[in-house]
């Protein structure tokens, strides 16, 4: 049997230590040698729950002290393109939170290494592999649902997720940090899905975005997009300014209905209800969803051992830099169309 592959976290926040450190457990076919994060705090917690690991306060010294095949970027969104260009050009793999980059500039740089057949770069798209999204998408593909024909999506929540301890704490609302508001926490999870769901690459965006709960912070907190697609359309809508913790989805069909609601999806056809599913997690139970990174582990490490899966990570996540970019250029008149293409270049946005 071949040893299993070596790799480092970078950051080790609440999403790494609830979610991540979970997952990784139970790959037989890697191992966490090491973790870096400039918090103390957040390097004694690594020490506690990986007692064989090391802890390093730099990326400088975890390249020069260890020898690796991977890298999994957990860190504030700001960091994510610089590192993952980095690593990639030291010849290690990438597993890196979303999103994968909030520049076009360093998604070329990247997508050039990954085509050069040196590395894996794989976005962390979780949601993908919440089970009522996964039983959506089966259903989707049946022949009797037909074309889908419209998505409506819609994320509710009362405040932003907020890492573990530090001065970190509530690091969403900070525009250096975070990269953006909602768009960027949301958003980007909303685009790969109803692209997704779609089976089309979007055309354009209309958008309202709003600060209705935190002014102060220049960041939306409260974003309607509607996204227009060859043959379909997407209405989504995300706020942190809600009084509740929901996720609804609307899926519209040639030949039928489905309705997801938290934990239950339901298929309708002419008024009739024809199939029920049940889910015994609700999709708003927690942030981090340790069961749902597993199955990016496992995206991971097919794209690792097979060279021609790369792309297509790479595709999708162009599209939601793509829709980001031109949700955040479109802003500024409140509700304008704004067409986007592969060859917007844009700087970094703020909400």
Request: hydrophobic share 45%; proline share 5%; glycine share 8%.
């Amino acid at each position: 049997m071949k040893a299993p592959l070596r790799g480092a976290i970078i950051g080790f926040g609440k999403v790494a230590q609830q979610a991540h450190v979970t997952a990784w457990r139970e790959a037989t076919w890697a191992t966490i040698v090491a973790v870096v994060d400039p918090l103390a705090a957040h390097r004694a917690r690594a020490a506690a729950v990986l007692p064989r690991i090391r802890c390093y306060e730099q990326v400088e010294t975890l390249f020069a002290r260890e020898t690796l095949d991977f890298v999994d970027i957990a860190t504030p969104p700001h960091l994510h393109g610089k590192l993952a260009i980095e690593c990639a050009s030291m010849g290690f793999h990438v597993l890196c939170e979303k999103p994968l980059t909030l520049l076009t500039e360093e998604l070329d740089a990247i997508e050039e290494i990954v085509m050069a057949g040196r590395v894996a770069v794989v976005p962390v798209h979780n949601w993908r592999h919440a089970p009522p999204l996964r039983q959506a998408l089966r259903v989707v593909r049946r022949t009797a649902f037909g074309k889908v024909q419209m998505v409506d999506w819609q994320v509710l929540r009362n405040e932003p997720a907020r890492d573990a301890g530090g001065p970190e704490r509530g690091w969403r609302l900070n525009p250096t940090l975070a990269g953006g508001g909602i768009v960027v926490d949301h958003g980007w999870h909303a685009f790969y899905l109803v692209r997704g769901l779609i089976g089309e690459e979007p055309q354009a965006v209309t958008a309202i975005l709003q600060g209705r709960q935190f002014p102060a912070t220049q960041l939306e907190d409260t974003a309607h997009c509607l996204i227009r697609f060859p043959n379909a359309t997407a209405s989504v809508f995300l706020t942190w300014a809600a009084k509740e913790r929901r996720v609804r989805g609307t899926i519209v069909g040639q030949g039928g209905t489905l309705v997801l609601d938290e934990d239950h999806l339901t298929l309708y056809r002419q008024g009739k209800t024809l199939e029920r599913w049940h889910f015994p997690e609700p999709l708003s139970a927690g942030s981090q969803h340790p069961a749902w990174f597993a199955g990016t582990l496992s995206e991971f490490h097919t794209a690792i051992q097979h060279p021609g899966a790369r792309a297509a990570h790479l595709r999708e996540a162009r599209a939601c830099l793509s829709l980001l970019t031109a949700t955040y250029r479109g802003q500024r008149s409140k509700f304008t169309n704004v067409v986007f293409s592969r060859g917007i270049r844009g700087s970094r946005y703020r909400g």
